[in-house]
């Protein structure tokens, strides 16, 4: 690799601007951290800061947030040391690691709406990092018209809000639902919630700026994990009493957030590239995540956001790890004796419903408590049913004995699973609790899936419905999202492009 020997000396420069962001994160989360110990000492009450109010929810968050912008700057030290602009990606790193946590931490609505704000300019400022390109350009494009977009109707619903019961603190918006509910003002604001909830989440019809993000560096995606695209439970909670006073506000964030879930989650198989499948399939748990505050769990969809925050910015900073992985199954298969997919099938629903039912009946469940509890049960059943067909599909010992195995490793992760979800729905209470009542029945949801299911057997006896949908859902998959590889590309094997296809299957 040929060195610019100007941009060599650029990088001390470029190593102390990534020091300093790393500095900058650690001392606003520290001073956010501490507001946050005092609240959980209160084990009932927030704790207001000035114009912020730090309870559960916002500690949870901001220690979060701050625990991982402090290993994406990190890992950014490295992968932008010879950058010469990296010491505008770390001054944006900052800026939306201290938005996301004034965001998660504000008391009023004006403050909410400020932080939310600046957040978005932040995270349009990082995508842009590399706009010199074709593909940085497009990115910063679609972010900017899909946040703008949000950021607008946050704007207009939360002017009404104001104009109708003035500046109110996020703790006593319920006292504020109650002057609209039943009105066109109250149906009005909470749509235009909704709206802003589904651009930040990138759901439907405002998806494909997640994927076009991919322009930007590696870190830029790990960091949008931090509660930034995962801001919309936080808004649901925050303002849930708005929302749930609008029943047309309810219904799209259910059908949207439903639709998004099934064509992401599809769309996620059909990419050939690493970081784009991670994209798609960010959306696809965001969409999961809001139907669970849809239907009255609010604390399993705050550890959601806490599990996939994680799980997802360690993905992407990995993506070069798993590339090498990928190649190395490639071309050194593991030869295994498998069974027809038919027995693959029957066996991996035997697993999951004895999973399932064994794992609530050890812990008891408190989350079953909630009318939408049973969602959060699908999602550990949906999860574990592909964890079991993968491990089925081939496993490193006999198939005798990798199904008691599979049985006794998913009953022992569901009952993890449940206890954990019960466990922060109890601890996280005394913030979300107004955020249970009035949500969607969860026979809205059931209708949905049932007409989804029934869409997938008709596709599975009808080619051309199956090919039509398979080219829709290959359409909106692939954004455009990295400018063509270089020539020398293709004569440098050492060059690792996380674009380098993995095996997978559309269905």
Not at 94 to 112: E, K, N
Not at 216 to 226: E, I, M, R, V, Y
Request: hydrophobic fraction near 60%.
């Amino acid at each position: 690799m040929i060195i610019d020997p100007h941009e060599e000396r650029r990088s001390p420069t470029s190593s102390a601007a990534a020091a300093a962001g790393v500095l900058a994160t650690l001392f606003a989360f520290a001073i956010f951290s501490a507001g946050a110990v005092l609240s959980w000492r209160a084990l009932d009450r927030a704790t207001e800061i000035g114009p912020f109010l730090v309870d559960r929810l916002a500690g949870v968050l901001i220690v979060l947030t701050g625990f991982i912008a402090t290993v994406v700057n990190g890992f950014a030290v490295r992968n932008l040391e010879d950058d010469p602009r990296a010491r505008r990606f770390f001054a944006a790193t900052t800026l939306v690691a201290m938005g996301t946590a004034a965001t998660a931490a504000a008391g009023t609505v004006s403050a909410f709406v400020v932080a939310w704000i600046v957040t978005s300019a932040a995270v349009v400022l990082l995508i842009a990092h590399r706009d010199d390109t074709a593909a940085g350009r497009d990115a910063r494009r679609r972010t900017l018209l899909a946040l703008g977009a949000g950021d607008t109707a946050l704007v207009v619903a939360a002017a009404a809000l104001v104009a109708t019961a003035g500046d109110v603190r996020l703790d006593a918006v319920a006292d504020a639902a109650a002057t609209v509910a039943g009105t066109s003002t109250g149906w009005v604001i909470g749509l235009l919630l909704v709206v802003a909830v589904l651009a930040r989440c990138a759901q439907l019809p405002m998806p494909r700026w997640l994927p076009s993000t991919l322009a930007a560096p590696t870190p830029a995606s790990a960091l949008l994990h931090a509660g930034v695209v995962n801001a919309g439970a936080l808004l649901l909670v925050r303002f849930a009493p708005m929302v749930t006073a609008s029943t047309i506000a309810v219904v799209v964030l259910v059908a949207a957030a439903g639709a998004t879930a099934v064509v992401a989650y599809v769309a996620s198989s059909v990419r050939s590239d690493v970081k784009g499948s991670l994209a798609q399939s960010t959306s696809a748990q965001m969409g999961f995540m809001l139907l669970q505050c849809a239907v009255g769990v609010p604390g399993a969809a705050l550890l959601h956001v806490v599990g996939h925050a994680m799980y997802k910015a360690a993905a992407f900073l990995g993506t070069g790890d798993a590339v090498r992985r990928s190649m190395a199954a490639i071309h050194q298969p593991r030869p295994t004796a498998v069974p027809r997919p038919a027995v693959r099938a029957v066996a991996t629903a035997a697993v999951t419903v004895s999973a399932l039912a064994g794992s609530v009946a050890l812990t008891r469940p408190a989350v079953l408590d909630h009318p939408g509890g049973w969602l959060v049960v699908g999602f550990a059943g949906f999860t574990l049913a592909n964890a079991v067909w993968a491990w089925l599909s081939k496993p490193p010992v006999s198939f005798g004995v990798a199904m008691p195995a599979a049985g006794a490793a998913a009953t022992a992760l569901a009952a993890a699973y449940l206890a954990a979800a019960s466990a922060f729905d109890s601890f996280m209470w005394p913030a979300v609790s107004p955020a249970t009542a009035g949500w969607a029945d969860p026979s809205i949801v059931a209708s949905g899936a049932v007409v989804v299911a029934g869409f997938v057997l008709a596709a599975r006896r009808s080619p051309a419905l199956r090919a039509r949908a398979y080219s829709v859902v290959f359409q909106y998959a692939h954004v455009s999202t990295a400018a063509p590889a270089p020539a020398r590309a293709a004569t440098a094997p050492h060059i690792v492009d996380v674009r380098t296809p993995v095996l997978r299957s559309a269905w």
